[in-house]
């Protein structure tokens, strides 16, 4: 009889992978935990220009609740759970990889693992401008199993130059606001609460330094929190974030500063995703 009971609380607990051609879904227990969408999408009548690819949408909260969006019809180019820049220069031209402008695109091409039992996905993409490939991404993301209300997904994400000259890439420089990076666009909500390790941020901020931030909300009537912490292996950290009530956290880096993707000096950042379901 235990052992009767172990395996089906094993069988309840067990992470599975299912893919639609498009998007890998994962499933703990057949509950739905996030999407990793690899292939282009184009969705909600947004115009092709923003078709885009690697990315975490739909994300679930524990108890059940979609709390990401997908081309919302405000910011047609946010994008769920994501990483991007607006300013990402080669051969001294500016492209623009966060709207989705000006000819450059992230492009996937290839899984490098996938394993239901731990569970973790890592992917390879890679950075064209126009038919040039310019730069990889290699994106590596592990999922603890659900403990108590909450789970955690933490992420590592690897950038590359592959070509002589650099690739250059910083933050938006418009009013100073400096955001690009890893970025996560709630979905539709009531009750917003926006916090930082210094409280309730009322107000929109950008370029505030802060180890973490966290979106409170209800989604449909469930209620649900989102945390994102700025690993303290990053670069800059903690760095500064751009804080949006109307439903957006992003960690800004490298911010006003500008680095360069070069052949052989990768870059490494790492993020932890905590969503808390919230009774």
Partial sequence: MIALTFALAAATSAFVWTDDGSRLTLTEGGRPVLGYNYAM?????????????????????????????????????????????????????KRDMWTLTGGVQSRFEKFLEKDAAKPV???????????????????????????????????????????????????????RKGYGGFSMRFAPRENTIVRTDKGTEAKDTDMVPHPWAELEATYGGKRAAVRIDDDKSNPGYPNGWCLRNYGFLGVNYPGLTTIRL?????????????VRSIE
Avoid: C, M
């Fill in 262 to 274: 070069e052949k052989g000096k990768p870059v490494h950042l790492k993020y932890t995703v905590s």
């Fill in 121 to 175: 996905l890592a992917v390879q993409n890679a950075w064209f401008f126009g038919e040039q490939r310019v730069a990889t991404e290699t994106v590596r993301f592990s999922v603890e199993p659900l403990k108590g209300s909450e789970r955690k997904i933490h992420f590592d994400i690897t950038l590359e130059g592959v070509v002589a000259e650099p690739v250059e890439v910083a933050g938006i420089a418009d009013q």
């Fill in 41 to 93: 999408r184009l969705d909600n009548g947004a115009p092709e220009l923003k078709r885009r690819q690697g990315y975490i949408h739909p994300l679930y909260s524990p108890n059940g609740a979609v709390v990401t969006d997908d081309f919302p019809r405000d910011h047609w180019h946010h994008r769920g759970v994501f990483w991007a820049w607006a300013d990402v220069r080669f051969q001294g031209v």
